[in-house]
């Protein structure tokens, strides 16, 4: 009888349908310390994923496994490769989260846009000239460059639409016909793109060990009172050299929902930057998604169990169709 074991808490809805199956078992580590892990994994046909180290020393310690099922869409904590040498699957909820995700961006957008943290401490003390000294921006008419035009990035491009932005995305995998769908112009060169932009929104995802996409330099061609909002990994920016034009002036203000280092240190640059609204990996985490990312990690892991698995939703499909027999 296959066994899943869960790593890390999840909705109670998940769980209602792994008790609906009589003919698999599961257990859950809500808080899995590493020696926890590697024991629990020993018997264990499928894993579903929160967000614990998955590298390949705890992979080898798994002889059983078929699947690792993530609980959200990022995999820098797996070993993805140590999978794929194995012929085992990694799966993630490519739908769960995508409206929760999108939302959070575009409220970091307009809380940076209408400087929400400075108005609230200015009227926390009284300080309503705050409005004249350091006024508020508009964003209909502007610029808004989506980095990465997925799911999560055709859900923004379609809210920043709405707000009355002009939208434009780079992404050099997706053909013309996505970018026509979404109602966005195509970006074809990053560097040019970042010059032109008012705000710009991340929605793609690291590899671990690459250097930032966004670096020192990359950062400073941003032009001259633009907005960034990172809702994707932290890693992606260079979080120094982005505190570095928030207090020069350069930039107007930053949305930071992701860290090089989670939680940050106390002394991370980015705590003290000017109009920077910050929110602690929240993004994903609505009530609705996290019911919904339960629901699909189950589902995706009893799918691979069962030999029906839907190859969109598989990081490593090189695997697919070459499966290690139960």
Do not use: C, K
Request: charged share 25%; glycine share 6%; proline share 7%.
């Amino acid at each position: 009888m296959p066994h899943l074991v869960i790593l890390g808490r999840i909705h109670e809805a998940g769980l209602a349908l792994l008790r609906a199956r009589p003919d698999v078992t599961f257990e859950m580590l809500e808080a899995p310390a590493r020696a926890a892990v590697r024991a629990a994994v020993r018997r264990a046909d499928a894993v579903i994923l929160r967000p614990v180290p998955f590298d390949r020393e705890v992979i080898a310690a798994a002889p059983r496994l078929r699947v690792v099922s993530r609980h959200g869409v990022g995999v820098d904590n797996v070993d993805v490769e140590a999978l794929t040498r194995r012929r085992i699957p990694l799966v993630i909820t490519l739908h769960a989260n995508r409206i929760a995700v999108a939302e959070h961006a575009l409220f970091l957008l307009l809380a940076v846009a209408r400087r929400a943290l400075d108005f609230d401490r200015a009227v926390r003390r009284g300080d309503f000239a705050l409005r004249e000294r350091a006024p508020a921006v508009e964003l209909h008419g502007r610029t808004l460059l989506v980095v990465g035009l997925g799911r999560i990035g055709r859900e923004v491009a379609l809210r920043a639409r709405a707000l009355g932005m002009r939208v434009v995305a780079y992404d050099p995998f997706l053909d013309e016909a996505v970018f026509a769908a979404a109602g966005v112009g195509r970006a074809e060169a990053l560097d040019a793109a970042l010059a032109e932009a008012d705000a710009v929104s991340l929605h793609l995802p690291y590899r671990p060990g690459s250097p930032p996409l966004f670096d020192r330099d990359r950062l400073a061609r941003l032009r001259r009172g633009a907005i960034l909002v990172n809702t994707a990994r932290g890693a992606l920016v260079d979080e120094e050299a982005l505190a570095e034009l928030l207090h020069r002036g350069h930039l107007f203000g930053a949305g930071i929902d992701v860290f090089g280092r989670e939680p940050p240190p106390p002394d991370h640059p980015l705590l003290r930057a000017p109009n920077t609204i910050l929110s602690p990996h929240a993004a994903a985490w609505s009530a609705e998604s996290v019911r919904r990312m339960a629901v699909e990690a189950v589902r995706n892991a009893l799918d691979v169990l069962d030999g029906r698995v839907d190859p969109a939703v598989v990081v490593n499909r090189e695997v697919l169709g070459r499966q290690t027999p139960p």
